[in-house]
């Protein structure tokens, strides 16, 4: 019976997650299967993969065949690894101590760099926010200082409404009551000059 090693879908439309599973090939995709060896979650960034990579060996050794997505997700997890040092171990050419010692290096360097993208991506996205924060700013300043000088037109043709047609002198009087002063003094002259007149 020809085993694959692929992926079930589960979960739903847009939002997928995937059982890596040992199947006979010919059944379906969403059929019946041997045994489940893990999960894979591609919505989530760096995905989500949890695989038992001593199952997942043992059916490679037995013949079973991944198909391309899962050979990556077995090569990611460090099972097609395993399986190359059990093999080197059944040819005697490494020590069973030997084969863990380089696996759980491997895992070491493996682990240091996923641990190096998600600090990567969590420092992204706090640039990412700082910008947008700072960007946010710049424009409801921007709206402010538009909205101050707006007002400051208003503010002036509202004084220049309440002084038309009264202009302040030097002195901080009306120019009208000096004009009227003014005519006031002329036409007292004027009598009076009249009145000289008349007594001539």
């Known amino acids: 019976m020809p085993v694959k090693i692929r992926l079930q879908r589960h979960g739903k439309k847009g939002k997928p997650y995937f059982w890596i599973i040992a199947a006979d090939s010919r059944s379906k995709r969403d059929g019946k299967f041997l045994e489940k060896l893990g999960f894979y979650n591609p919505t989530t960034n760096p995905a989500q993969i949890d695989l038992d990579v001593d199952s997942a060996v043992k059916w490679l050794q037995n013949g079973a065949q991944p198909t391309d997505t899962a050979r990556a997700i077995l090569s990611y997890k460090g ?85 038309e047609g009264a202009a302040v002198t030097e002195e901080g009087e009306p120019e009208a009551n000096v004009t009227k002063e003014v005519e006031a003094e002329t036409a007292e002259e004027a009598k009076a000059e009249e009145k000289k007149d008349s007594e001539a």
């Open 79 to 163: 099972a097609l690894m395993k399986n190359h040092l059990a093999g080197g171990v059944r040819k005697g050419a490494l020590t069973e101590e030997q084969a863990e010692a380089k696996f759980n290096e491997w895992l070491e360097s493996k682990k240091g760099a996923i641990d190096h993208k998600k600090a990567s991506l969590s420092e992204a996205k706090e640039k990412e926010k700082a910008e947008k924060l700072a960007a946010e700013k710049a424009v409801s300043e921007k709206r402010a200082a538009e909205a101050a000088a707006a007002a400051a037109p208003a503010e002036e043709k509202a004084t220049e409404e309440n002084y």
